[in-house]
């Protein structure tokens, strides 16, 4: 059994993948964490450094834990640090 997750990227997450968005299949009993590792294996370096200072959004809430297990049709936001004033 597979979840499907669709992930939208912002910012310098967006410039890393050249996506504005995606979907990836992942296990049923996949996390959030799994997701991330997932991402930066499939995009590479550069998106695997990005990531380790991104937030993540679940469905519009934000997580604080990535051991979260990603429901089936899961949306997932990918945030970089925003500057700005």
């Known amino acids: 059994m597979t979840t499907t997750v669709r992930i939208r990227y912002f910012a ?10 995606e979907t990836v299949a ?15 294996g499939k995009h590479g370096s550069k998106l695997t450094r990005v990531l380790t200072a991104c937030s993540f959004l679940l ?3 934000a997580v604080r834990d990535l051991s979260i297990v990603l ?3 899961a949306g997932v936001d990918v945030l970089p640090p925003f500057a700005g004033g």
């Not at 310098?12 to 968005?21: F, K, P, Q, T």
């Not at 959030?32 to 997932?38: C, I, K, N, P, S």
């Open 26 to 40: 992942m296990p049923a009993d996949a996390t959030v964490r799994d997701l991330v590792a997932e991402l930066g």
């Open 71 to 73: 429901p089936d049709g």
């Open 59 to 61: 469905d519009g809430v």
């Open 12 to 21: 310098g997450a967006r410039g890393a993948v050249g996506l504005s968005e």
